[in-house]
């Protein structure tokens, strides 16, 4: 039998996978091709069903964060292409003011005051929104609160309050509209983890815990729901231009500054756009930038040059 003509690099193989020369982004980033048949042979690739885009005309978009960055941008595209929306946030001032911005003739905004982690709220927010709105066929979680800090100075509280934000305030939404998607066998479901849902960085061990819990959660999701077709998709944003990056540029470390470097962060538009558009392709895997992208694909096949050259440049903060 002739074997399938496959892809290449001009570059060396390191444990099956192609390891391209070069490294972007002071070396955090490696560039790989991976051999792959191109031919009539799919014994190795998965076939996927072409999913139809998402009709957004009136649909029921629910968007925790919604206040600001992130989720702020979301709602705007998401109330351009047609949906109405349910805006959940702590700061009931600043999500008024956003609803107010969207609001007009043709769409509807709910906007709640709510703290995603407190789980008997949520479902108040989440029944008050689907007795106006009806039920929700898109579920956007983007609520999130990182303060970067050594472990060893970082107090409990520090790691219990991104935890049930990041992580249960992803949960409790899910849980309270996922029923519903699944009895009508439609929905989709994102939420947002980070590039620290990949690899562990220093200064993060709090953080990236919780979004390492927010990746697990949505993979172990999407096998369960996609039987039903409901979506479920995770976003993998790098630095992000939000009041939320610019609040812990205060508490980073000089060795987390140092491990990112001068990478420009995207702007909340960018990502917005990513996970529209996900789900549009019903996406399992959201990235924003070519970067993170390869980044994911990337570090499980060499960690150990991830961590050199993160270990690297720790050592040299303390020069």
């Known amino acids: 039998m002739t074997r399938p003509p496959v892809s290449r690099c001009n570059s060396r193989s390191v444990g099956g996978t192609i390891l391209g020369p070069t490294l972007r982004n002071q070396g955090l980033v490696a560039i790989f091709c991976i051999d792959l048949p191109i031919g009539p042979s799919t014994s190795n690739i998965a076939i996927v069903?072409?999913?139809?885009?998402?009709?957004?005309?009136?649909?029921?978009?629910?968007?925790?964060?919604?206040s600001s960055g992130i989720g702020q941008a979301v709602a705007q595209?998401?109330?351009?292409?047609?949906?109405?929306?349910?805006?959940?946030?702590?700061?009931?001032?600043?999500?008024?003011?956003v609803a107010n911005?969207?609001?007009?003739?043709?769409?509807?905004?709910?906007?709640?005051?709510?703290?995603?982690?407190?789980?008997?709220?949520?479902?108040?927010a989440v029944a008050s929104a689907t007795a106006e709105l009806g039920p929700v066929d898109v579920l956007i979680c983007s609520a999130g609160i990182a303060v970067p800090g050594r472990f060893l100075e970082a107090d409990d509280e520090k790691f219990r309050s991104m935890m049930e934000i990041n992580y249960f305030g992803t949960l409790w939404c899910v849980r309270a509209v996922a029923p519903s998607m699944v009895s009508r066998r439609r929905g989709s479901i994102v939420g947002v983890s980070s590039a620290a849902g990949l690899l562990g960085i220093y200064g993060f061990s709090a953080y990236g815990a919780s979004k390492f819990a927010v990746r697990g959660m949505l993979e172990s999701l999407r096998s369960e729901l996609a039987p039903h077709g409901v979506h479920v998709g995770c976003c993998y944003p790098p630095d992000v231009d939000t009041p939320m990056l610019a609040g812990e540029e205060q508490f980073k470390p000089p060795e987390t500054k140092a491990?990112?470097?001068?990478?420009?962060?995207?702007?909340?538009?960018?990502?917005?756009e990513s996970i529209l558009r996900g789900i549009d392709k019903k996406q399992s895997e959201i990235y924003a930038d070519p970067t993170t992208r390869a980044l994911a694909r990337s570090v499980t096949a060499v960690p150990g040059i991830y961590r050199r050259v993160m270990d690297r440049k720790v050592k040299a903060t303390k020069a």
């Open 49 to 66: 069903r072409e999913a139809r885009a998402m009709n957004w005309h009136e649909a029921h978009v629910m968007v925790t964060g919604g």
């Open 77 to 97: 595209l998401a109330a351009h292409r047609g949906a109405n929306l349910t805006l959940i946030a702590r700061g009931a001032d600043k999500l008024n003011d």
């Open 259 to 272: 491990i990112a470097g001068t990478i420009k962060p995207l702007s909340a538009i960018e990502v917005a």
């Open 101 to 124: 911005e969207i609001k007009d003739s043709t769409t509807r905004v709910v906007a709640t005051p709510c703290d995603v982690s407190d789980k008997d709220a949520l479902n108040s």
